[in-house]
């Protein structure tokens, strides 16, 4: 069910993003397409731990410790750890330092950070930290490869690493659509739809 406007309602919008989770991004493009960049009213993550408050998140807190003290969650951890900096962290600094590279750190350890928690709350690995995923390139090789650059910034604009995002206002405040938003106001953004929306890029865009 749908407004005039082509934007679905709350509750019906819920169906339909289950009804369309193998392909979500898509269906969020087509959604705030047929929006014309109306904002969506609806509660996203429901009343799990990211969005829960006061005695509900309390009651979340302790059902997840109790998970993550369990001597399994534990084994696991420790395992999933260890092979991650035996085969992918340490052979990237490896590599880098033989070959006088100059590497982001900081990248790197947010790949190994992003790769561990993956693993550990789904069970699949990105691999985001894999050097099959990356090159290392020294400093002088890559500040002319402005070819490389250009396919580097299409290939994020079509498939960014973090597809969602979200913000939360500090103090009360309008959205560029006139739409208020409040303190407590969750205001979620698809990075990927924007990427892809003829709205925003103009046609052949892809």
Not at 15 to 34: A, G, M
Not at 174 to 186: C, I, N
């Amino acid at each position: 069910m749908r407004y005039k406007n082509g934007c679905p309602k709350s509750s019906a919008g819920i169906v339909e993003l289950l009804l369309n989770v193998h392909r979500v991004h898509d269906w969020c493009t087509e959604t705030l397409e047929s929006c014309k960049g109306r904002p969506l009213m609806f509660d996203f993550l429901g009343d799990g731990i990211f969005n829960s408050d006061m005695d509900l998140w309390k009651n979340q807190r302790i059902a997840a410790q109790g998970f993550m003290r369990h001597h399994l969650f534990h084994q696991f951890l420790l395992r999933t750890t260890r092979d991650k900096v035996e085969m992918e962290l340490m052979p990237i600094i490896d590599h880098a330092a033989k070959n006088g590279l100059v590497i982001n750190l900081e990248d790197i350890f947010q790949r190994f950070t992003f790769d561990s928690a993956c693993i550990l709350v789904t069970g699949y690995d990105p691999s985001c930290l894999s050097l099959g995923w990356r090159r290392l390139f020294n400093v002088d090789e890559v500040k002319n490869l402005i070819y490389l650059h250009g396919a580097l910034c299409e290939a994020l604009r079509l498939y960014p690493p973090v597809p969602f995002n979200h913000k939360e206002p500090v103090k009360p405040d309008m959205l560029p659509s006139g739409h208020p938003v409040h303190p407590k106001t969750k205001v979620l953004f698809s990075v990927y739809s924007m990427g892809r929306m003829k709205s925003i890029w103009g046609e052949g865009l892809l």
